[in-house]
């Protein structure tokens, strides 16, 4: 499987905010949305899952923040600040899940050049065995951390969508549903990493920490859709 870089003429359309700078070979953010699908269909192993994991995560974190950013005025008084507070949370989580939507697509780039590497003799046997691992790595790494700041960002969402205004609930829903399919593509990566990791301790740690966090994002999906179900019951 050959790794794609993608030039700066590919560019253009409407643009994804990114406070942090990218290089012109690590742009999928800046693409549009009907350039950055066509890029996910290709037959190629990237970009993949793992970066629709974090895209997910910067797209449910955005939409909390829509909502909340309603719930103000006189009439949300008695919570505009501390849904205020939530959005600014939830744009600093929206942040950094933004780069790892590339830094996935890199990581497994990387795994794949390391497999690459020549395997002729004993000792580029053991250089190459030593980049996998470290590549793998690499890998289970970032949506390790997409998986976190995608559980951060539901539990401010869950936390929040009671007082939410009633007209941006199924916003603030919807945008939990995001954060909990980012939870669970998240660890599905961390988990087709974690079963080619020589370092079992390691990996079984991650591993069972991230399956941890999914289970709580399971609960908070459940208790957003108790709440938005309140908000959306006829009156």
């Given at each position: 499987?050959?790794?794609?870089e993608?030039?700066?003429?590919?560019?253009?359309?409407?643009?994804?905010?990114?406070?942090i700078p990218?290089?012109?070979?690590?742009?999928?953010?800046?693409?549009?949305?009907?350039?950055?699908?066509?890029?996910?269909?290709?037959?190629?192993?990237?970009?993949?899952?793992?970066?629709?994991?974090?895209?997910?995560?910067?797209?449910?974190?955005a939409?909390?923040?829509?909502?909340?950013?309603?719930t103000?005025?006189?009439?949300?008084?008695?919570?505009?600040?501390?849904?205020?507070?939530?959005?600014?949370?939830?744009?600093?989580?929206?942040?950094?899940?933004?780069?790892?939507?590339?830094?996935?697509?890199?990581?497994?780039d990387?795994?794949?050049?390391?497999?690459?590497?020549?395997?002729?003799?004993?000792?580029?046997?053991t250089?190459?065995?030593?980049?996998?691992?470290?590549?793998?790595?690499?890998?289970?790494?970032?949506?390790?951390?997409?998986?976190?700041?995608?559980?951060?960002?539901?539990?401010?969402?869950?936390e929040?969508?009671?007082?939410?205004?009633?007209?941006?609930?199924?916003?603030?829903?919807?945008?939990?549903?995001?954060?909990?399919?980012?939870?669970?593509?998240?660890?599905?990566?961390?988990?087709?990493?974690?079963?080619?990791?020589?370092?079992?301790?390691?990996a079984?740690?991650?591993?069972?920490?991230?399956?941890?966090?999914?289970?709580?994002?399971?609960?908070?999906?459940?208790?957003?859709k108790?709440?938005?179900?309140r908000?959306?019951?006829p009156?």
């Amino acid at each position: 499987m050959e790794s794609r870089e993608l030039h700066p003429d590919d560019a253009g359309g409407t643009r994804c905010y990114c406070p942090i700078p990218m290089s012109n070979t690590s742009a999928l953010i800046e693409l549009s949305v009907a350039q950055f699908t066509d890029r996910l269909a290709e037959r190629a192993p990237t970009p993949g899952g793992g970066s629709m994991a974090a895209c997910l995560a910067a797209c449910g974190s955005a939409l909390g923040a829509m909502a909340f950013r309603f719930t103000s005025g006189e009439k949300y008084a008695a919570v505009e600040t501390a849904m205020a507070r939530r959005v600014e949370a939830l744009e600093r989580l929206r942040a950094a899940a933004l780069p790892l939507v590339d830094r996935d697509t890199q990581a497994y780039d990387a795994v794949t050049a390391a497999y690459k590497l020549a395997k002729s003799n004993d000792a580029e046997k053991t250089a190459r065995t030593a980049a996998i691992q470290s590549a793998l790595k690499g890998a289970l790494e970032v949506p390790r951390e997409t998986l976190e700041l995608s559980i951060q960002a539901l539990r401010l969402v869950a936390e929040g969508i009671g007082e939410v205004n009633p007209n941006l609930a199924s916003d603030a829903a919807t945008g939990a549903t995001c954060l909990w399919s980012a939870c669970e593509s998240a660890l599905l990566n961390v988990t087709i990493n974690a079963a080619s990791i020589h370092d079992k301790p390691w990996a079984q740690e991650r591993l069972d920490k991230c399956r941890a966090l999914c289970e709580e994002s399971s609960r908070l999906l459940a208790a957003v859709k108790t709440s938005v179900a309140r908000h959306l019951a006829p009156q």
